[in-house]
C-alpha cells in the first residue's frame, strides 16, 4: 500500500521539527561554557590615564543580559546582622548604597552601635525621622510586627548564616571569649567545649561585665546565636519563652522565616549569595563591590576542628544547625532556579571584585574602568571610589540624619527598664 504524499510531507516536517529543538536544546546548555571561556581570556589595555577592561562576548557584548531582565533598582529593605558572619563586610555595602542615595536609615540612638540588641528593639533604640525610612541594617532582633510597623510595604527581608562550628571559633576569637572564661588551654576550642558549662558559667556572670564588650549578663555567645538574632524565642531574657527543646515549633519558625525573608545568604558561598542578592534587588556590579572588615585571624593560630568537638557542638547549637541546614538548601534551590549563565557571572564578579581590591591597595593609574559586558553597563572605579569602599560610614548617616531631622528625639525608656542595649 502507497503512503499518502501528504504523510511523508508531515513526517518530514516532524523530522525538522525535532532538530530544530536539539540544536536549541544544545545551544541553551553549551552557552554558558561557552560564556565562561571567555571569561577566562579577557583582555585587559592600559590607556594614559586608567585600566580598561574589555570582555570578549561576540555574540552578547551589546545586548541585553541573559541573565536579567529589565527591573527597578529596590531601595527599601532589612538587613539582619547577626555577629562575625560577614556582616559588617556587607554592611559597608548596604551604607554606602544608601549614603550615595540619601536614603533614611533606622540607626542608633546618640553614638550607640545596636538597635537593641541583643534585645528586641524599642522607639527608644533608633532616632525618629521625619521621612520614611528605607534600610534597617544595624544590629537588631528580627521582629516582623516591630519592623513591618517600620518601614515601608514593599520592603524585603535579608540576612546572612555561617556554618556553625566556624561561627563558634569566629565569635570565641573576636569576642575574646578565651581570657574572660579564663580558659588556660594551648587548645581553648577543645578545652571550652569539653567542659563548656563551667566555661559558659564564667563568662556570663556578671563578675565578667567590665571586659565582656556589649554582651549582657546571662547571655550565651556560643549557643544558638544564630537563631537569636532572626528572632526565634530561646529563652532570653530570662522568663520569656524557650523553644529550643520543641523541635516541631524550631521548624515552624524556621518555615516562617523562609516565607518572610527574599533572601537568607550564606557565607561559604559568598560571592554565589551577593550574585543572588544583586538579581533580586536590581542591584549594578558596582553597587555590590566590598572591602572585607573585621576579618578574624584565628585559623593560624589554631583550629583543631575535631570531629569529636564539632559532635559537642552540633548538640550544643543543635537549632543553628537546623536553621543553617535549611537555608544551605533554599540558598542552592534559588540558583538551580537561575538563568544559565549565573555561575559565569559570579566567576565575572569574582575577577571585578579581585581587580579592584588590587587597585584600591596600590593605585597606580587614576581610575579602573570595566566596560559594558552582558551583566553591566560600563562603570570606573577611581581613588576616590577607593576611600569610599573602606569607610563605615556610620557616623556620618547619623550626622546627616540629625541635621535633616534637626536632632529629634526619641522616647526615653521607664526607669528601670532591663532591657537596655549596653553597645
Request: contains cysteine.
Given at each position: 500500500?502507497l503512503?499518502?504524499?501528504m ?36 583582555e ?31 531601595t ?82 535579608i540576612?546572612?548564616?555561617r ?25 581553648p ?25 556589649c ?7 556560643t549557643?544558638?546565636?544564630l ?61 555590590i563591590i566590598?572591602w ?46 537561575q ?26 593609574l ?30 556620618a ?26 553597645c
Open positions: 500500500m503512503i499518502p504524499k504523510m511523508i510531507y508531515r513526517r518530514k516536517v516532524s523530522q525538522v521539527m525535532i532538530a530544530v529543538l536539539i540544536v536549541c536544546i544544545v545551544i541553551y546548555v553549551l552557552l554558558p561554557v561557552y560564556l565562561l571561556k571567555k571569561m577566562n581570556n579577557f585587559m589595555y592600559k590607556l594614559t590615564e586608567e585600566r580598561s577592561f574589555y570582555h570578549l562576548y561576540p555574540l552578547l557584548k551589546n545586548n541585553t543580559s541573559i541573565s536579567m531582565m529589565s527591573c527597578k533598582e529596590k527599601n529593605f532589612v538587613f539582619i546582622k547577626c555577629m562575625k558572619c560577614a556582616t559588617e563586610t556587607l554592611g559597608t555595602v548596604f551604607r554606602r548604597f544608601g549614603y550615595v542615595r540619601n536614603l533614611t536609615f533606622v540607626t542608633p540612638v546618640g553614638k550607640k552601635l545596636y538597635l537593641g540588641w541583643p534585645f528586641q528593639m524599642t522607639k527608644s533604640d533608633y532616632r525618629p525621622s521625619k521621612r520614611p525610612f528605607n534600610i534597617i541594617m544595624e544590629h537588631s532582633i528580627y521582629n516582623k510586627t516591630v519592623m513591618e510597623a517600620l518601614m515601608p510595604a514593599d520592603t524585603l527581608y540576612t546572612i548564616i556554618e556553625p562550628y566556624s561561627h563558634f571559633k569566629s565569635v570565641f576569637t573576636y569576642f575574646n571569649l578565651k581570657n574572660i572564661a579564663k580558659v588556660s588551654s594551648n587548645d576550642f577543645t578545652e571550652y567545649l569539653h567542659h563548656i558549662g563551667k566555661y559558659e558559667q564564667i563568662y556570663q556572670r556578671h563578675e565578667a561585665s567590665s571586659t565582656r564588650y554582651i549582657p549578663d546571662n547571655f550565651s555567645m549557643k544558638n546565636l537563631s537569636h538574632c532572626i528572632g526565634m524565642s530561646l529563652g532570653f531574657p530570662a522568663g520569656t519563652q524557650n523553644i529550643t527543646s520543641d523541635a516541631d515549633a524550631v521548624e515552624r519558625y524556621i518555615q516562617q522565616i523562609d516565607k518572610d525573608f527574599s533572601l537568607v545568604m550564606i557565607v561559604e558561598y559568598f560571592h554565589e549569595s551577593l550574585i543572588l542578592f544583586k538579581r533580586i534587588m536590581c542591584w549594578t556590579f558596582k553597587d566590598y572585607n572588615a573585621n576579618v578574624a585571624n584565628y585559623v593560624k593560630k589554631f583550629d583543631p576542628h575535631s570531629d569529636e568537638n564539632v559532635k559537642i557542638y552540633q548538640k550544643w547549637s543543635s537549632v543553628d544547625y537546623k536553621l543553617y541546614d535549611h537555608f544551605n538548601k533554599t540558598l542552592w534551590k534559588r540558583i538551580h532556579a538563568t544559565p549563565d549565573f555561575f559565569s557571572e559570579v566567576q565575572y564578579f569574582t575577577t571585578v571584585q579581585e581587580n579592584v581590591v588590587k587597585f584600591c591597595l596600590k593605585p597606580d587614576k581610575k579602573l574602568v570595566f566596560n559594558k559586558t552582558v551583566w553591566h553597563e560600563q562603570f570606573e572605579f577611581s581613588t576616590e571610589g577607593c576611600k569610599m569602599l573602606k569607610q563605615k560610614l556610620l557616623e548617616i547619623q550626622k546627616r540624619h540629625d541635621e535633616q531631622d534637626h536632632n529629634s528625639v526619641p522616647p526615653t525608656r521607664k526607669p528601670g527598664d532591663r532591657y537596655v542595649p549596653l
